[in-house]
């Protein structure tokens, strides 16, 4: 059996969140550290990081950008930010245009196709899916969960969903279980 291929997340991805997600917000403390973390943020990005690379980003950025902010919150911030960064960049644009015309709904139905535009290894899958309400498992198992979840809120938001909101209502080794409620 072969091995699982290294899970990465790609360049705009990181583009969307710390260049232009965070772009008026970024420190000469934040740049430093996340060049000591391996981005150099004044180079040019590699094609993609790995998962662990990744997660340390989001780790420091959170710390960082909102340290009056338990860490959740401040993952759930980081990851709202992605989306507003994730739609200045060329792919983002074009994802973030057919979400808004497919709605809520259908939008969570795409969920894993819409992620694995920003990585090599999401999985998605709805677990229960009624005229406003889904659950979504993913197979996030990290703590990068709670971006997961800004991400996932600020995307019902770009669908046009009204009052959307998305909690963990569990999660374990193989990944989390998100309710999504929108009107």
């Known amino acids: 059996m072969d091995p699982a291929p290294e899970r990465l997340v790609f360049a705009h991805t990181v583009e969307g969140l710390l260049i232009r997600g965070v772009a008026g917000m970024l420190t000469d403390r934040l740049r430093a550290?996340?060049?000591e973390a391996g981005l150099d943020l004044d180079a040019k990005l590699r094609p993609a990081y790995?998962?662990?690379e990744w997660t340390e980003f989001v780790r420091i950025s959170a710390a960082?950008?909102?340290p009056e902010k338990p860490w959740p919150a401040a993952y759930?911030?980081?990851g709202e930010r992605l989306i507003d960064g994730y739609r200045?960049?060329?792919l983002g644009r074009a994802v973030m245009s057919i979400i808004k015309l497919r709605g809520p709904a259908k939008a969570v139905q795409r969920t894993q196709q819409s992620f694995r535009s920003g990585n090599n290894y999401t999985e998605a899958r709805v677990e229960h899916l009624e005229a406003n309400r889904a659950e979504l498992w993913m197979n996030e198992t990290s703590d990068v969960r709670m971006l997961?979840?800004?991400i996932i809120l600020a995307g019902l938001r770009a669908t046009g969903a009204k009052e959307p909101s998305v909690e963990v209502k569990r999660?374990?080794?193989k990944g989390t279980v998100y309710v999504l409620k929108w009107s």
Do not use: N
Request: charged residues 40%; without cysteine; proline residues 0%.
């Open 148 to 150: 997961t979840a800004g």
């Open 50 to 52: 790995t998962y662990e």
């Open 33 to 35: 550290r996340l060049r």
């Open 171 to 173: 999660f374990d080794d």
């Open 64 to 66: 960082e950008l909102f």
């Open 76 to 78: 759930r911030a980081l």
């Open 88 to 90: 200045e960049t060329l």
